[in-house]
């Protein structure tokens, strides 16, 4: 990926406004997920850069380098702000309203150490570890109820279940789901019925006069 002069000094401008942005609030911020994707490019081509202006033009390599040097710090900076906060995110119910600001890579991030304290939480209990190392069980909805509606379309609701047995990841479209024997958890709808049509789940009927 080739960056002008003008990309390069847009890149380290908004990696500096985010710091400033993450700096003056405890929450996690919403944040492009383009920050983490562009910096990482633009520290290989200024390294590419520097590597070939060294025996040709030693100001310019002087430049460069000290242009990456910033670069390098600016990003390091950002990632230890965000995940000093991100570790704060509650392993245990991590559902707060900080995890709608988490890109892609920092979700999976929470779900592996969500997973890791589960498993040192049930070990100091004399609990059977939970075993998440198996591959995951993909399931997939269909495109159309029987009324043939796209479930996308409609309102989502939730259900209460208990799950039947450890099981290995499920994976969905927006996350892994790690289940455990005897948890009883609120899923969206459509998940709900297809872990019950499996036998991985039983419905909780709740009443609404409880």
Request: hydrophobic share 40%.
């Amino acid at each position: 990926m080739n960056f002008s002069p003008q990309d390069v000094e847009n890149a380290f401008l908004e990696l500096q406004s985010a710091i400033r942005a993450e700096k003056n609030t405890r929450k996690i911020r919403k944040i492009d997920q383009s920050v983490f994707n562009t910096i990482p490019e633009l520290i290989k081509f200024l390294t590419g850069e520097a590597e070939k202006s060294a025996a040709v033009d030693i100001d310019r390599y002087i430049q460069i380098k000290e242009r990456l040097r910033q670069v390098e710090r600016a990003f390091r900076t950002l990632f230890q702000i965000r995940y000093s906060k991100i570790i704060r995110v509650p392993v245990f119910e991590n559902n707060s309203d900080e995890v709608g600001n988490l890109t892609e890579d920092e979700r999976e991030f929470i779900d592996r150490i969500s997973v890791e304290v589960r498993e040192q939480f049930n070990e100091l209990l004399g609990v059977r570890a939970f075993e998440v190392n198996e591959k995951p069980i993909v399931i997939k909805s269909e495109q159309k109820s029987e009324t043939g509606i796209n479930p996308e379309t409609s309102k989502e609701e939730f259900m209460a279940v208990r799950i039947i047995g450890d099981q290995p990841p499920i994976a969905q479209a927006d996350r892994n789901y790690y289940f455990r024997d005897g948890e009883i958890v609120f899923l969206k709808k459509k998940l709900a019925e297809l872990l019950i049509k499996r036998k991985i789940a039983t419905e909780i009927r709740i009443s609404e006069n409880a």
